[in-house]
């Protein structure tokens, strides 16, 4: 079974750590990443939001990055698309599939949302858009929210313990990461036109 989660997430990025247990998969914009084994996963939010999901018996989890709700024209993905799991529509049922396949069961899954900050001036709010649809999304398909950390206006640093379900979490100052902004910036630009210093507080979840 370790050898098949290897496989397909092959392409996720990993790197170590020695302030942390276990290797750390680095997952960006839309990707996701899910793991029997022991592992943290680590991505870096702007508007952007991160479903972290396990199911504590089967001990499977994982943990995926999407920046829009869905497609203008809703059309089928592949699994990996990097047009798919873009969206929140795929990125949530992939991120699901994927646990279950692994021997997650539904009902027991444990789901905590992180993300959609205001990092946009003026009127435009992705980050509440995508928390809209999400909240939405997870009614609709029966499932209740453990802990969420939602809106604000800052970017968010997240590491997700697959096992534990441990969550760290850091607010980041807006105005010294630029980098963020331009980032989702691009990407969100890159979705619409191709088809389909650092707080000290850390937050436990």
Request: hydrophobic share 35%.
């Amino acid at each position: 079974m370790a050898a098949v989660n290897v496989d397909t997430f092959s392409h996720i990025r990993r790197m170590h750590d020695t302030r942390f247990p276990t290797d750390i998969a680095c997952i960006l914009p839309g990707e996701f990443f899910v793991s029997r084994e022991p592992m943290v996963v680590y991505t870096v939010l702007g508007s952007c939001i991160s479903a972290c999901i396990r199911d504590p018996v089967a001990k499977v989890g994982g943990m995926n990055h999407f920046m829009l709700p869905a497609p203008k024209e809703h059309q089928s993905g592949d699994a990996w698309g990097g047009e798919s799991t873009r969206y929140g529509s795929f990125a949530m049922e992939q991120l699901i599939n994927e646990i279950l396949k692994r021997g997650g069961m539904k009902h027991r899954l444990e789901i905590k949302l992180f993300g959609a900050g205001k990092i946009y001036e003026g009127n435009i709010d992705v980050g509440a858009r995508n928390t809209e649809w999400v909240l939405h999304f997870l009614k609709n398909e029966g499932y209740t929210i453990a802990k969420s950390d939602l809106g604000d206006v800052f970017p968010r640093k997240v590491y997700y313990f697959t096992d534990s379900g441990r969550v760290l979490m850091k607010k980041i100052e807006r105005v010294k990461n630029r980098t963020i902004f331009e980032r989702e910036t691009e990407y969100q630009h890159r979705i619409e036109i191709e088809p389909a210093s650092t707080q000290d507080n850390i937050t436990l979840f």
